[in-house]
């Protein structure tokens, strides 16, 4: 998941909104163009207008509404995060919620996550990869998704669009990599779970949910076409030291479920979120095909509370 790619893992994130490919279709640069916004407007059903008094109107498009009353995610949050592999220190991974924006009319946050190999790791294995997820403010789910990585042996521009209304994923991959190329995909699938969360978006999902100890969730992901489910079983409660102090940490466990079944892993990834109302990322751990990969939380800025919150 998202710890392994914060392996060779900070530098302060790029403002700037990441621009859709020109190649992209019309129709996909209009839905899916990001504006800048100040405050979230509420989310209001569309009107449709009757034609004559024998037309019968297509009922609107309704959008889920699941934002928890005490919201955990603040706009201008940040949570850095030292990375290590097989003990040495990789880098580090900062994750920032920037300021709101918007998307088909609708009110996103912008989460966006950098991560930047050390330069003892450089000698080995370069990173300086980027993510942007755009998130539906009050349904809690993706609309577009973008990654660019710039590493050693490849370059890639990976963008992903989630269309619930049409059921409908745009898929468009980039990749120039030093042994096997260039390749490109672009491919439209169907999304049978709509309103579904992107790889990076799952993450913050996560810190949405009541997380009670015994306790397994499950909620819909969909990542390069692919749907699948992230099951999260919430194991226990432990004391843990954090930049905040000593706080009690829940630690669960994700895995990934394709198809009914759950995917076997070679290695188990754990997961410590603070036990409060804010659920900050203490501490990650997995293991990778080769060695272990940590990552500890070093520095948190708060943000700004949600007006009427």
């Not at 405050?39 to 024998?54: F, G, H, L, M, V």
């Not at 019968?56 to 290590?84: C, D, H």
């Not at 030291?241 to 754990?270: F, H, S, W």
Request: overall charge neutral; charged content about 25%.
């Amino acid at each position: 998941m998202l710890l392994t790619a914060a392996a060779c893992s900070s530098s302060p994130p790029l403002q700037g909104i990441p621009s859709l490919p020109k190649e992209l279709p019309p129709d996909l640069q209009a839905r899916f163009e990001v504006v800048d916004v100040s405050t979230p407007e509420p989310a209001k059903a569309k009107r449709i207008a009757k034609k004559n008094k024998t037309t019968k109107a297509p009922a609107p498009f309704v959008y889920p509404s699941r934002r928890p009353k005490n919201m955990p995610i603040w706009v201008g949050e940040q949570q850095v995060l030292e990375t290590t592999y097989i003990g040495i220190k990789a880098g580090e991974f900062t994750l920032d919620v920037l300021p709101l924006k918007k998307i088909g009319g609708r009110s996103v946050y912008n989460f966006h996550a950098h991560a930047l190999s050390s330069a003892m790791m450089n000698l080995f294995y370069r990173v300086n990869d980027s993510i942007d997820s755009f998130w539906d403010y009050e349904g809690l789910f993706s609309h577009r998704y973008h990654m660019v990585l710039d590493q050693t042996k490849q370059t890639r521009d990976a963008l992903e669009l989630y269309d619930s209304e049409k059921k409908k994923d745009f898929y468009w991959n980039r990749r120039n990599h030093v042994d096997k190329g260039n390749s490109e995909t672009k491919e439209t699938f169907d999304m049978e779970q709509p309103f579904s969360q992107d790889s990076f978006s799952a993450l913050y999902y996560l810190r949405t949910l009541p997380l009670e100890t015994g306790q397994v969730y499950d909620y819909p992901v969909i990542s390069e076409g692919k749907g699948w489910e992230c099951v999260v079983t919430v194991l226990r409660r432990e004391s843990c030291d954090t930049p905040m102090g000593k706080k009690t940490c829940i630690v669960v466990r994700p895995q990934t479920r394709y198809n009914g079944a759950l995917k076997q892993e070679k290695g188990e990834t754990y997961i410590w979120l603070t036990d409060d109302d804010r659920r900050f990322i203490v501490r990650l751990e997995a293991e990778v095909k080769i060695g272990a990969v940590a990552a500890r939380l070093t520095h948190v800025e708060l943000g700004e509370r949600p007006n009427g919150e």
